[in-house]
């Protein structure tokens, strides 16, 4: 089983920058396909971005795509995310989530392995 912790998050001012990272252990990065998830107060948990393992590719929501990269270092076990252009509602906390052999998705669920989050606050 995979062990994730993310960082990186912080305050930030709508305009600017951030970049989380996932530090994955336990196992070898290449064989999951990893996804970057938002839950804001009151809101769903919702999909951001996904790696698909093995260069599967990758995949966006729509209102980040654009303004967000998603980048993994299979050799280092580390999965980011450049965030750039950031909104006020870009505010949520930040989950990393693996599933070991996955096709890609965008629905919680088919990610079993997860994060503690890192918060991410973007002020107006």
């Known amino acids: 089983q995979v062990q994730l912790v993310e960082s990186g998050g912080g305050l930030v001012q709508a305009g600017g920058s951030l970049r989380l990272s996932c530090a994955a252990s336990?196992?070898?990065?290449?064989?999951?396909?990893m996804g970057w998830f938002r839950q804001a107060p009151g809101k769903e948990r919702e999909f951001v971005a996904a790696?698909?393992?093995?260069?599967?590719?990758?995949g966006y929501a729509d209102s980040v795509k654009g303004r967000f990269t998603i980048s993994r270092d299979n050799a280092k076990n580390t999965l980011s995310l450049q965030m750039n252009s950031l909104k006020p509602e870009d505010t949520a906390v930040y989950y990393c989530?693996?599933?070991?052999?996955?096709?890609?998705?965008?629905?919680?669920?088919?990610?079993?392995?997860w994060g503690q989050g890192t918060q991410v606050t973007v002020s107006s």
């Open positions: 989530a693996a599933r070991i052999f996955g096709r890609d998705s965008t629905r919680p669920q088919d990610f079993p392995s």
């Open positions: 336990g196992s070898t990065l290449w064989r999951y396909t």
């Open positions: 790696s698909v393992w093995s260069g599967g590719g990758t």
